[in-house]
Structures are given as structure tokens and as C-alpha cells.
């Protein structure tokens, strides 16, 4: 059975950092590209990031580019994201997704191109 479990949300003030991490079990990890997800209270859920299976693609929303990272550690079955100068519009729970076909600019911001999710972590930002 496939299992993805996000880990590291939590409270932060505006301009800070957190670090959030996703575990995979019960798929070929390294087969599979990585998204992460958010979805704010009233609001869809909207793509945040995306790396290929091999870790040599990255793609970024416009709202969080040149701030958030996303990585992956084949090894440990885990993809992490850095999230850094936090704003009062990114607050939500985030939800990391695995998808077993390939990913290119017009396809990883779809949630439809994501095969598996993650439960959420909440992330919260004070001021």
C-alpha cells in the first residue's frame, strides 16, 4: 500500500522558515516525480512545486519562486520542502503527491498528473 507522510508544519512568523518533509513507502520512489500542494482556508488547492524522478527538473509557482525549494533524496524515500521568507498568503496545509508519469512545464502544476497524496501538514504564519 502506497503511503505518503508529511512532516515539519508548524507555527512561524512572517519572514521565517520552515522545512517541510515528505516519506514514501510502498512505491518505487525513485520512479516517480514529487509535487507539493497547498490549499488555504476558502481556496483551492494550488501547486507549489514539482521535481522529475531523476531530481534534474525543478518547477515553481510564480507566488513562491526565488523563496521555496524543493529537493530529493532517492536514498531515503523522501522529498523535502525549504520554505523561506515566509508570507501572511502562504498559510494552509500542504500536501505532498507522487506521480508515476513523466512531468514537463504544462503538465506539473495539474493535480491530475499525481497518482498518490499525503494526509497535510498544517504550516501557520504569525505577525
Known amino acids: 500500500q502506497v503511503q505518503l507522510v508529511e512532516s515539519g508544519g508548524g507555527l512561524v512568523q512572517a519572514g521565517g522558515s520552515l522545512r517541510l518533509s515528505c516519506a514514501a513507502s510502498g512505491l518505487g520512489f525513485s520512479s516517480y516525480a514529487m509535487g507539493w500542494f497547498r490549499q488555504a482556508p476558502g481556496k483551492e488547492r494550488d501547486s507549489v512545486a514539482a521535481?522529475?524522478?531523476?531530481?534534474?527538473?525543478?518547477y515553481y509557482a510564480d507566488s513562491v519562486k526565488g523563496r521555496f525549494l524543493i529537493s530529493r533524496d532517492n536514498a531515503k524515500n523522501t522529498v523535502y520542502l525549504q520554505m523561506n521568507s515566509l508570507k501572511p498568503e502562504d498559510p494552509a496545509v500542504y500536501y505532498c503527491?507522487?506521480?508515476?508519469?513523466?512531468?514537463?512545464?504544462?503538465?506539473?502544476?495539474?493535480?491530475?498528473?499525481?497518482?498518490?497524496w499525503g494526509q497535510g501538514t498544517q504550516v501557520t504564519v504569525s505577525s
Open positions: 503527491a507522487a506521480g508515476r508519469g513523466p512531468l514537463s512545464l504544462s503538465l506539473w502544476h495539474r493535480a491530475g498528473s499525481y497518482n498518490y
Open positions: 521535481i522529475t524522478w531523476a531530481g534534474g527538473s525543478t
